[in-house]
């Protein structure tokens, strides 16, 4: 009996070991990622735009087979090639190339899924060819049931910091969205809303809870000012009227609730670890969303 026992224990720890060394496959022509921009300018206000990817075609690029990354900015739109093919291969590393008509801008490793914490990664992305990327450090890596299967899922955050700021979950790719691992820039967000799988959507970002969101889905689309940002330790919000911050981690948990009730609001957020949070701010006529960086 104590036989039948061990076998049974070393089948189940080999099939669990197999198991873990299949990486899922991220790029197939029946998913769709999309992804909401928000855009904050320095003089004010947030412009919010969503884009749908998905593969349109392949190609073959330095005798590799790649596939065309097609682009749609409405939900009645066709999805069309704009320039960004990606490859895989079955160890869980993923390449991208940017090409601007025939023209090569740049290309890299965007995403490697048989990294080990502490390695470090610089994620080539849509933005690489036109702003520094920074270095990103593999902080944790763990398997969660995140849509509809288990997945793993890898927590990368910045070289000065030790909390997660953006995760990457195995067959679907960035919390940031597919062709943006590690595009944290200036006046510009990138977050995951929607992804499609298996005939459905599968996932739906629960800060937003819908698949499509517009400057006109937003109500509060004012002068808000948050600044400085980055910041370390102090904030300050310029609005018009009073309103709530909720301040939501990369896990989207709401880690701190504060109440605006000036037109300008200087906050202390030192109880915070450094790291990519998302500023929800609510009045009664809607609401309005920020990145902050935490340094």
Same mark, same amino acid.
């Given at each position: 009996?104590?036989?039948?026992? !061990? ?56 005798? @590799? ?75 944790? !890596? ?23 700021? @953006?995760?990457?979950? @195995? ?52 002068? !808000? ?16 009227? @009073? ?53």
């Amino acid at each position: 009996m104590k036989r039948i026992y !061990i076998i049974l224990i070393m089948f189940v720890m080999t099939n669990c070991v197999l198991y873990s060394q299949v990486i899922s496959p991220l790029l197939d022509s029946t998913k769709q990622w999309n992804v909401l921009v928000i855009s904050s300018p320095p003089w004010g206000g947030d412009y919010y735009t969503t884009h749908s990817l998905k593969i349109v075609g392949d190609t073959i690029f330095n005798s @590799e087979h790649y596939y065309k990354i097609g682009i749609s900015y409405s939900q009645n739109s066709p999805h069309e090639y704009y320039g960004f093919i990606m490859r895989e291969d079955s160890t869980g590393k993923v390449w991208g190339a940017k090409f601007s008509q025939s023209t090569l801008e740049g290309q890299g490793l965007m995403y490697d899924f048989s990294v080990n914490v502490g390695d470090t990664i610089t994620p080539f992305n849509d933005y690489s060819p036109y702003f520094n990327i920074e270095p990103l450090i593999v902080q944790n !890596i763990d398997t969660v049931f995140h849509a509809n299967k288990f997945r793993k899922r890898i927590g990368l955050s910045f070289t000065f910091s030790t909390d997660t700021v @953006e995760n990457w979950y @195995e067959g679907i790719g960035s919390s940031n969205g597919l062709i943006y691992p590690g595009s944290f820039i200036i006046d510009y967000s990138f977050y995951l809303l929607s992804f499609f799988e298996d005939l459905g959507w599968v996932w739906i970002n629960p800060i937003y809870s819908c698949i499509w969101v517009g400057t006109e889905n937003i109500i509060l689309n004012e002068s !808000i000012k948050v600044y400085p940002n980055p910041s370390s330790d102090i904030i300050n919000i310029d609005i018009e009227e @009073e309103a709530t911050l909720e301040i939501i981690n990369t896990k989207g948990q709401i880690v701190d609730t504060k109440s605006l009730t000036e037109k300008v609001n200087n906050l202390d957020l030192s109880n915070l670890v450094s790291g990519v949070y998302t500023l929800r701010i609510k009045t009664d006529r809607g609401i309005a969303i920020r990145k902050l960086i935490k340094q």
